[in-house]
């Protein structure tokens, strides 16, 4: 047996070896828990999901999946996925890209790893170009959140590679009325206060026939980073990473026969986030409550989406038939990166005190007179204005006249998905044989728009290296202002048929085996131009006309893959389950952007990239014990990640493009549960831990190391941590004849112990200054009361007013600039609920 194979083989005993033990520990109260008929005050309640596309308790779900009730959500305070993720092991998610890392399978390239749906809509983005971020789904007027570990491609498809988060909306009721309010004020120390106001409500119009939902909910998260003017780190606008959040739901269900319903509904999301949250190292003091952020451009997320929605579900006889009809828009315009201190952090690299040896562009200088849209040498003591770029800001005192220079960045990417499904599957619990068909259908229009407007352009070439833009750039500035623009169209279709089979081989002991079979098309345009694009051609007279022509591309990616899925299920006792799964997740191919030479170097970068696939085999238990007060699960996993979609930054000219390159290993084990004490204590608890590395060493076009064997997979400050733990402890009291408590949630994020791509000096893409996340723990407190219809709770989340030095980073190696984030400072409030 290979070692490879003998590694998987201990991680899917782990969990078997594991269970034994606990299923002795509670074996003398096994009798009376699988006798008890009715529940007791201890006993710890059971949710119900749809993580397999039918109605099952958790606890019979065999795959590890978090599930989030509204009633959960409240208590724990829950106000978006980030909230979420801090209760889910296994799972990290970054605010700023809103990429999920599930089971440390995350790239910021190409598809996305972690399908995201709203209800049976899938909404995740393609990363076709810079900054393409998935929405944040509001979590208001939820029925519940899933997360869905491991790939889920038999029944959820592409971009579920790593697995899939699904936010389940309340749905019309027929037959009952029911709504709530919910209104939150809160204050962060040294930042903006925060309130929150939602409605939610509905019931049957006409009794068992026609009935509706509506929803209204606002947010305003209070900002607690200032804009300066760096120069005088005078205050130009206070706490600006301000964000507002509108989301509105209406739904109308109809059933004209006992039989039949249809629910037609709409989803419409404002998100409007009016600067990042990163803050200045050099001007801050985060420990002093000082953080500061001298950018002069403001980095503003625009995101809004509208999505219709039908569903119609009829009941058979032993079977269901659903059908879900959507249309999804979206378009986010995004300050992806400052174009400020993008654009001198580039200019700096070409500054030299030998003019004779060194063009604007790093390259030999030409011979006087040929310009023809190639670089020449500085006609000026460049190397005296180096560098343009220090610890505090732009430097004054180099840049002269341009010292408050300003360039623009803005990205765009809009999406337009209309998808169609159709399911078939059995509706009786108790039979031998559980099964689901369906077909599935997608048809999607992506667009991104990357460009910088930078008016001050030509006079700073001037000044930098003494002659002007046609000569340096060959080139002029686009009408309207521009010195890039790239711009990239593309199609995803997608048409597959799945299946998925249980079989009760014997009373306790059922076998799964699922399929899922795919044609999928992609296909791209892009048109890039300007002068830092770099693409003219030699001879022209750098006006942008027959010499100086546009750059455009185009491809297209065909492949038909197959995603099967195998289980096995011992249902050992009414509450106690092993189980097993073998499952495979993809990522379909795609296209990338053209880089522009010579300015990112003479050798031909690909414009397009082939599929990337995962093998999951897990191993895990579920069971309550301890006469029901306590329900747990664990599961050991290990996944192999082949032919890795990955973005790979040029140094030389600031710009990525995306390829395959590199494999990787992740194992490891999530356990998560629940512990009635009493019926007044409660304790709950995760722990994830997650090794995902590079298996061997990774090239990349020119042959330079990209990632030595052993490297974590993901970014500096955004690559999945090893350790993810959350603990809470809840008291149940009675405080004047009413149902009150006391809750504390401690959340523990463990430092990275293996070194990054960035971090290792045997990567080309070495960054000495590189930084990985620190350890953090994170601390809130609430308590509340019950007021027959009516809840109160007050709260302070980061109760320590913790502050660490979060996703560390700048332009590049060369740039002293360092920007970081941290923790919302200690932030107490009042939450009051009113629900019928």
């Known amino acids: 047996m290979t070692p490879k194979r003998c590694a998987r083989v201990r991680v899917l005993l782990a969990a078997a070896s594991i269970a034994p033990l606990i299923l002795a520990a509670h074996a003398h109260a096994q009798s009376a828990s699988a006798s008890a008929t009715s529940p007791k005050a201890t006993d710890v309640s059971e949710i119900v999901v749809t993580a397999t596309r039918r109605e099952q308790a958790l606890s019979k779900v065999p795959e590890s999946v978090s599930a989030f009730t509204a009633a959960k959500m409240d208590i724990q305070g829950i106000k978006s996925f980030a909230d979420v993720s801090k209760f889910t092991p296994g799972v990290t998610f970054d605010p700023d890209s809103h990429d999920i890392s599930i089971r440390g399978i995350e790239s910021t390239a190409g598809s996305s790893t972690t399908g995201v749906y709203i209800d049976d809509t899938p909404v995740q983005v393609r990363n076709l170009g810079l900054n393409a971020n998935n929405t944040e789904p509001a979590v208001f007027d939820l029925d519940r959140v899933e997360v869905l570990r491991g790939p889920q491609g038999t029944l959820f498809g592409a971009g579920s590679e790593g697995g899939t988060v699904r936010y389940i909306t309340n749905q019309p009721s027929l037959t009952t009325y029911s709504g709530m309010v919910r209104a939150e004020t809160d204050y962060t120390q040294g930042g903006a206060p925060s309130y929150e106001l939602g409605v939610a409500g509905g019931g049957p119009i006409i009794e068992n026939k026609l009935g509706f939902r509506l929803s209204i909910w606002d947010r305003q998260d209070g900002g607690y980073i200032d804009r300066v003017d760096y120069q005088t780190l005078s205050t130009t606008e206070s706490n600006a990473n301000w964000i507002n959040t509108l989301a509105l739901r209406g ?63 009829w009941d058979g006889p032993g079977v269901t038939f659903i059908s879900n009809t959507s249309y999804y828009a979206r378009k986010e315009l995004v300050g992806g990166y400052s174009g400020t201190l993008y654009n001198l952090s580039y200019f700096q690299h070409f500054l030299t005190g030998d003019p004779n040896q060194q063009s604007v562009w790093g390259e030999p200088a030409l011979p006087a007179g040929d310009s023809g849209g190639n670089p020449i040498a500085c006609t000026n003591n460049c190397g005296a204005l180096y560098p343009l770029l220090t610890a505090t800001g732009p430097n004054a005192a180099t840049l002269g006249p341009f010292a408050n220079y300003y360039a623009r960045n803005t990205i765009t990417n809009s999406q337009y998905d209309w998808t169609q499904e159709f399911r078939l599957q059995s509706s009786k619990p108790d039979s031998r044989l559980q099964w689901v068909v369906g077909g599935f259908m997608a048809f999607n229009y992506q667009r991104s728009t990357e460009e910088i407007n930078d008016p001050e352009l030509p006079a700073l070439t001037q000044y930098l290296w003494g002659t002007n833009m046609l000569t340096a750039w060959g080139e002029n500035l686009l009408p309207n202002g521009d010195d890039y623009i790239n711009n990239t169209s593309a199609h995803d279709r997608q048409i597959a048929l799945f299946g998925d089979a249980t079989y009760a081989i014997l009373p306790t002991v059922k076998f799964e085996v699922g399929l899922r079979f795919a044609w999928t098309h992609f296909d791209y345009s892009n048109l890039n131009d300007g002068p830092q694009d770099l693409l003219c051609s030699s001879g022209g007279d750098g006006s942008g006309g027959a010499g100086c022509t546009p750059g455009t591309a185009s491809g297209a990616e065909d492949e038909k893959p197959l995603t099967p899925k195998f289980g096995l299920t011992w249902q050992v006792t009414p509450d106690d389950m092993l189980y097993g799964t073998i499952s495979k997740g993809y990522r379909i191919g795609g296209a990338t952007p053209p880089l522009p030479i010579p300015a990112c170097g003479p050798n031909p970068f690909p414009t397009q990239y082939s599929s990337d696939s995962v093998w999951s085999y897990e191993a895990g238990a579920k069971g309550r014990f301890f006469d029901r007060s306590v329900q747990a699960s664990i599961s050991a996993f290990y996944i192999t990640w082949s032919n890795i979609q990955q973005a790979v930054y ?134 509340g009361m019950t007021l027959d219809q009516f809840s109160v709770a007050l709260f302070a989340n980061n109760v320590l007013n913790s502050h660490p030095q979060l996703n560390y980073q700048h332009q590049d190696s060369a740039t002293a600039l360092f920007e970081a984030e941290t923790f919302r400072p200690l932030t107490v409030g009042l939450e009051v609920n009113f629900k019928y």
């Open 650 to 783: 040029v140094p030389l000219c600031g710009i990525q493009y995306t390829t395959n390159v590199g494999d990787a290993v992740a194992k490891g084990f999530d356990f998560e549960g629940q512990w009635n004490l009493t019926h007044a204590f409660e304790l709950e608890w995760t722990v994830g831990y997650t090794d995902a590395q590079f298996s061997k060493t990774a090239y990349d076009i020119n042959g330079d190391v990209l990632a030595v064997k052993g490297d974590a997979i993901g970014e500096v400050g955004a690559t999945p941590v090893p350790w993810t733990i959350s603990l809470g402890a809840q008291y149940n009291f009675h405080l004047f004849d009413r149902d009150s408590y006391v809750r504390l949630d401690d959340e523990f994020e463990s430092k990275l112990t293996k070194l990054t791509i960035a971090e290792d000096p045997g990567s080309a893409y070495y960054d000495p200054y590189a930084r990985n996340n620190p350890a953090t723990n994170l601390l809130n407190l609430r308590a």
């Open 251 to 313: 739904a109308l269900a109809w059933s004209p026969i006992e039989s039949l319903k249809i629910t037609a509904s709409i989803d419409f999301q404002n998100r409007l986030q009016n600067n990042y949250d990163n803050y200045w190292v050099g001007i801050s003091d985060p420990g002093a409550g000082t953080l500061l952020n001298g950018t002069p451009d403001r980095m503003p997320d625009k995101d809004k989406f509208l999505m219709p929605a039908l569903r119609i579900e």
